[in-house]
């Protein structure tokens, strides 16, 4: 395996372990790993190919669905602000 590979293939173990934090956990390695990511996968591309490039972004995309839409919306001014009060 090539050194692209085995790093996409660590940087899934790395999102999988992420995903099994408490949310209040999440946010720094989910930013992490959310920078490291279009890095990884277009040296995936041209180190491989650029069809397995596609198909690590498009799981990209489906992994990180929710944040990507929050910062898309956020960058063209259309998003909510949290609501930073408990209901009890």
Do not use: D, H
């Not at 490291?36 to 040296?43: D, M, Q, R």
């Not at 690590?56 to 930073?84: C, D, H, W």
Request: charged share 15%.
């Amino acid at each position: 395996m090539t050194l692209p590979i085995t790093l996409a293939c660590l940087w899934v173990l790395a999102a999988t372990v992420t995903a099994f934090l408490p949310m209040r956990r999440q946010f720094a390695p989910g930013l992490v790993l959310l920078i490291a990511a279009p890095v990884l996968i277009v040296w995936l591309g041209v180190a491989t190919n650029v069809w397995i490039g596609l198909a690590a972004f498009a799981g990209f995309v489906s992994m990180f669905r929710n944040p990507l839409l929050y910062l898309m919306k956020k960058a063209i001014g259309k998003a909510r602000p949290e609501q930073t009060r408990r209901k009890e």
